[in-house]
């Protein structure tokens, strides 16, 4: 679980291995440590192979069931689904599209699962 604090982005680095969940689950806070409540906002995580890329690899959103909004303060992220990109380096970010807010970004690694 990772601790957002500033709800100005955050570089956050994260490593996936191909065709399992991305199923982390995320506390979202402002600059002075209360919470950010998110109820009612949409948000959407893209992930690109360029961050110049005007499409998206893969999606996540609120609106899609992805991404969910819970907790008593309304501030934490519950991410769920199966991501199952080419073995490679991406770029994502994750923003608040009613607030204008990028929340995390940096890079995405897929890792193929040998397993698989």
Excluded: C, P
């Excluded at 110049?52 to 819970?70: F, R």
């Amino acid at each position: 679980m990772a601790t957002i604090n500033n709800i100005k982005a955050q570089e956050n680095d994260i490593s996936h291995y191909r065709g399992d969940v991305f199923d982390e689950v995320w506390t979202i806070t402002k600059d002075d440590g209360s919470a950010y409540d998110l109820s009612g906002k949409t948000l959407v995580l893209s992930i690109k192979q360029k961050k110049t890329d005007t499409t998206a690899a893969e999606t996540l959103t609120t609106t899609g069931g992805e991404i969910s909004i819970s907790g008593a303060s309304n501030n934490v992220l519950t991410f769920d689904k199966v991501v199952e990109l080419d073995e490679r380096g991406y770029y994502y970010d994750l923003e608040i599209v009613d607030d204008n807010y990028t929340i995390s970004y940096g890079q995405w690694r897929e890792i193929y699962d040998v397993n698989r």
